[in-house]
T-cell receptor, first 117, second 110 residues
Framework: ETGVTQSPTHLIKTRGQQVTLRCSSQ?????VSWYQQALGQGPQFIFQYYREEENGRGNFPPRFSGLQFPNYSSELNVNALELDDSALYLC????????????????FGEGSRLTVL | GQNIDQPTEMTATEGAIVQINCTYQTSGFNGLFWYQQHAGEAPTFLSY????GLEEKGRFSSFLSRSKGYSYLLLKELQMKDSASYLCAARGGDNNDMRFGAGTRLTVKP
């Protein structure tokens, strides 16, 4: 059973550029969630994808967008990068919660650390 | 909306017991989770509560009171390796997503 993998692990961009982060979900998981974690803070929910559609979004502007593919892998795209976008971006996969089955526990990847200069 | 509060920092002594509290507000509540996160690493799952009461898993226990919107994580026989951030998270809302608190940074001293 493979875990959640993210790429790249580290990257540096300049303000105004665009970035794409990638995530492969754990085998058998059909839901992917993306979080932004600034240093010393808790993970902030960006959005969640299920069945290739956005299924819930946190308080992030439209320049944060995503995709989920038929194999449940996912991308996070951020346009017009700002300095405050510097953070660890965490991808987590889970099973879509069905009442009475499972816990909906999230399994996290190691994250992509983005630095915007 | 969803709101989760927990203390920012706590310090405890090796071998002791520490309790980390969390209060939450969420519509359509569907579970309270605790995660451990060491510096520079991804969060790892510790515990899950959806019904009132105590769940015990080795040195770690977690308690939930749904009527009070309250949970705690209890760590017994503290070890130095328990120094980490502990994240309280609640699943719920219109899309059953998971929201996290800011985390409690626990320092275990000899």
């Amino acid at each position: 059973e493979t875990g959640v993998t993210q790429s790249p692990t580290h990257l540096i961009k300049t303000r105004g550029q665009q970035v794409t982060l990638r995530c492969s979900s754990q085998s058998g998981h059909n839901t992917v969630s993306w979080y932004q974690q600034a240093l010393g803070q808790g993970p902030q929910f960006i959005f969640q994808y299920y069945r290739e559609e956005e299924n819930g979004r946190g308080n992030f502007p439209p320049r944060f967008s995503g995709l989920q593919f038929p194999n449940y892998s996912s991308e996070l795209n951020v346009n017009a990068l700002e300095l405050d976008d510097s953070a660890l971006y965490l991808c987590a996969s889970s099973l879509h919660l069905v009442i009475g089955r499972g816990t909906g526990e999230l399994f996290f990847g190691e994250g992509s650390r983005l630095t915007v200069l | 909306g969803q709101n989760i509060d927990q203390p920012t920092e706590m310090t405890a002594t090796e071998g002791a017991i520490v309790q980390i509290n969390c209060t939450y507000q969420t519509s359509g509540f569907n579970g309270l989770f605790w995660y451990q996160q060491h510096a520079g690493e991804a969060p790892t799952f510790l515990s899950y509560n959806v019904l009132d009461g105590l769940e015990e898993k080795g040195r770690f226990s977690s308690f939930l009171s749904r009527s009070k919107g309250y949970s705690y994580l209890l760590l017994k026989e503290l070890q130095m390796k328990d120094s980490a951030s502990y994240l309280c998270a609640a699943r719920g809302g219109d899309n059953n997503d998971m929201r996290f608190g800011a985390g409690t940074r626990l320092t275990v001293k000899p």
